[in-house]
């Protein structure tokens, strides 16, 4: 069974600071694994999608990159700013079977200090 | 398209009443996914649709809990009788086959059982 793990659960940096948030997943034959961000009291909004052939995908100053070998994958916000304070999970999808479903991990919370 | 839409946003109700929670998927999108998000369990899927037809309901922690696709713009998701350990956020997802991201969440609803 695929667990998703992120670490930290929480985490504070002052505005302008490069960060990395962490995934980990314990079955690296996955298809793609996502990045999504939820704001208190909304829905998951995608941010990055890495499909299992590719090693990054950018956007802005997000880049997410991954490596099925290791069961890693990392988002890095470049220059933070205190919208981007919301919660951050990470899901992997499988590369085989019937169930097309999304394992999530527990998300990590960023708070970004003006 | 106004995205993912559900209803209620918000529901308390009483241990024992029957809770009915609507989703409107995006049009044209022939998946439809219904997660529960706690504090304790993350993210969990509990069933999803292809085509108006479910295709896995192995998430559906209980037979208290049913799903329904009568047609491809509207899903239900049931609990009767509803229990205090029933309150959570529920979300209702949607995607396309071939799509470039992995589902499309809406608002959700928030449940409350006392």
């Known amino acids: 069974k695929q667990e998703v793990t992120q670490i930290p659960a929480a985490l504070s940096v002052p505005e302008g600071e490069n960060l990395v948030l962490n995934c980990s997943f314990t079955d690296s034959a996955i298809y793609n694994l996502q990045w999504f961000r939820q704001d208190p009291g909304k829905g998951l909004t995608s941010l990055l999608l890495?499909?299992?052939?590719?090693r990054e995908q950018t956007s802005g100053r997000l880049n997410a990159s991954l490596d099925k070998s290791s069961g890693r994958s990392t988002l890095y916000i470049a220059a933070s700013q205190p919208g981007d304070s919301a919660t951050y999970l990470c899901?992997?999808?499988?590369?085989?079977?019937?169930?097309?479903?999304?394992?999530f991990g527990s998300g990590t919370q960023l708070t970004v200090l003006p | 398209d106004a995205g993912v839409i559900q209803s209620p946003r918000h529901e308390v109700t009483e241990m024992g009443q029957e809770v009915t929670l609507r989703c409107k998927p995006i049009s044209g999108h022939d998946y439809l996914f219904w997660y529960r998000q706690t504090m304790m369990r993350g993210l969990e899927l509990l069933i999803y649709?292809?085509?108006?037809?479910?295709?896995?309901d192995s998430g559906m922690p209980e037979d208290r809990f049913s799903a329904k696709m009568p047609n491809a713009s509207f899903s239900t998701l049931k609990i009767q009788p509803s229990e205090p350990r029933d309150s959570a956020v529920y979300f209702c997802?949607?995607?396309?086959?071939?799509?470039?991201?992995?589902?499309?969440f809406g608002q959700g609803t928030r449940l409350t059982v006392v």
């Open positions: 997802a949607s995607r396309q086959t071939g799509g470039v991201t992995e589902a499309f």
């Open positions: 649709f292809n085509n108006n037809v479910p295709i896995d």
């Open positions: 899901a992997v999808r499988r590369s085989s079977g019937s169930a097309r479903q999304l394992t």
């Open positions: 890495i499909q299992s052939s590719q």
